[in-house]
Nanobody, 123 residues
């Protein structure tokens, strides 16, 4: 079983910044790919940023140029630096891990999710 603990969310004004953290533990073998997801009100969960064990990154078009994913392999921890936040970024943010980078896009494959961290972008 994989345990995922997300933190760092909060209320921020449009244009502001937040840094999210995700600590993964449990049944993790090697250095997995890690991804950040979000689920806004009335929307499906979507992948917004991914990073593989070697540091290759991908981003959803909606966050490109504003969000940066990074990781600490020794700690199995991922970070999401979010800048220039917009009201449409409001969502619960989750992270997850997968041995295969390309499978991060298949959200139905994940059996375990953390509790998420709420990001609210509002005046």
């Amino acid at each position: 079983q994989v345990q995922l603990v997300e933190s760092g969310g909060g209320l921020v004004q449009p244009g502001g910044s937040l840094r999210l953290s995700c600590a993964a533990s449990g049944s993790i073998f090697g250095i997995p790919a890690m991804g950040w997801y979000r689920q806004g009100p009335g929307k499906e969960r979507e992948l917004v940023a991914a990073i593989n064990s070697g540091g290759i990154r991908s981003y959803a078009d909606s966050v490109k140029g504003r969000f940066t994913i990074s990781r600490d392999n020794a700690k199995n921890t991922a970070y999401l630096q979010m800048n220039s936040l917009k009201p449409e970024d409001t969502a619960v943010y989750y992270c997850n891990v997968h041995p295969i980078y390309e499978r991060l896009w298949v959200t139905s494959e994940f059996e375990y999710w953390g509790q998420g961290t709420l990001v609210t972008v509002s005046e």
